[in-house]
């Protein structure tokens, strides 16, 4: 008689199991956020860019049909974009006052909010690399400078001279920012212009284990000083993730994405508000703007659906659902 109820108990389960809808996996990624103008790019770089986005996207993508995690994907992903020059990111890294690259990093695992970071790290040919091994190989979540580079080490990631990162357009939009800039009466203060090429790269993804992940990484803003640190690495400004609500990358001002927690709020409306993850993205982002902050997020949500909002010019994106092809985009679009 137990052996029978026992049978028909594990019947039951596996039923109602399978009338369980699988969530669909995917992935979205962005390649950065500012004045984006058609009239100022070539059809061979808008080529190129969207070249590069579709193969990034592709590629976290691959891992997650092959039955791979979403922290997988999104390093992969970022890896691509980090390793392309035109991306403020990794090789395409923008540069600092003194005419060299300090670059951020972070990722996060929405299964159990770990969470992994690296700032001002010069080194480094991949700091999202970095950025996962702080958060699987260390008790720490955010480590910077010169001792985050003895853990990459340590941990045998790929050093290169900083030299590694400069690119010639690059550091054109160096010498027009230094133009730019009026003289302050404290070095620091450096006035914000979209058209200095800020940017970041990231990627949010969802498994078929419904996880979700996280992973963002930037070369920061052209003619930063004194070690300059922004939203990238902090975990809820620039990056986030949660099982219970959504995963969120973010690019744009930094320093707006810091002190209005973007990321998180996001995730956070989600959560407690009972909102769709588009939803609490636009409705973040447009409350952003009227503060001053430019910039945009991509999103995906606990139930697969992948999004993203900005509100500049554009945002160098694309995305990979379940059963299509990838999608890139670079402009605005009409509503």
């Not at 770089?45 to 092959?66: D, F, I, M, P, R």
């Not at 403020?88 to 690259?101: P, R």
């Not at 027009?176 to 212009?193: G, L, N, T």
């Not at 409306?269 to 939803?279: E, I, L, M, P």
Request: aromatic share 6%; proline share 3%.
């Amino acid at each position: 008689m137990k052996t029978l109820l026992l049978s028909i108990g594990l019947l039951v389960s596996a039923n109602v199991m399978a009338k369980q809808p699988a969530v669909p996996i995917g992935i979205v990624i962005h390649g950065g956020a500012g004045t984006i103008e058609r009239s100022n790019m070539t059809e061979q770089q808008e080529s190129a860019y969207h070249a590069t986005l579709k193969h990034a996207v592709s590629q976290g993508y691959a891992v997650l049909e092959q039955g791979g995690s979403s922290l997988d994907a999104v390093s992969a992903a970022v890896i691509v974009l980090e390793d392309s020059p035109l991306f403020n990111a990794g090789k395409g890294a923008v540069y600092t006052w003194d005419e060299s690259h300090e670059l951020d990093a972070s990722i996060m695992d929405g299964s159990n909010r770990n969470a992994g970071a690296v700032a001002s790290v010069t080194r480094v040919k991949n700091p999202i690399l970095l950025a996962r091994a702080v958060m699987e190989k260390s008790v720490h979540v955010m480590l910077s400078g010169n001792g985050a580079e003895q853990f990459a080490a340590e941990q045998q990631l790929d050093l290169v001279k900083n030299s590694y990162f400069d690119t010639e357009f690059r550091l054109e939009a160096l010498k027009k920012a230094k133009q730019s800039i009026q003289p302050a009466p404290h070095q620091a203060y450096v006035p914000y212009d979209p058209a200095w090429k800020m940017g970041t790269v990231g990627a949010v993804a969802i498994d078929k284990q419904g996880n979700l992940a996280a992973a963002t990484s930037t070369g920061g803003m052209t003619a930063k000083r004194y070690g300059r640190i922004g939203d990238a690495p902090i975990i809820g400004a620039g990056n986030f993730a949660d099982n219970d609500s959504c995963a969120v990358s973010a690019t744009g001002h930094g320093e707006y994405f810091i002190r209005y927690q973007v990321a998180a709020d996001i995730c956070a409306r989600v959560k407690y508000q009972n909102k769709t993850a588009a939803d609490a993205a636009h409705e973040v982002i447009a409350e952003l703007k009227q503060i001053g902050g430019d910039g945009g997020v991509i999103v995906v949500d606990n139930k697969g659906e992948l999004s993203w909002a900005f509100n500049s010019q554009g945002m160098y994106r694309a995305m990979q659902t379940q059963g299509k092809a990838p999608i890139s985009e670079i402009f605005q679009t009409k509503q």
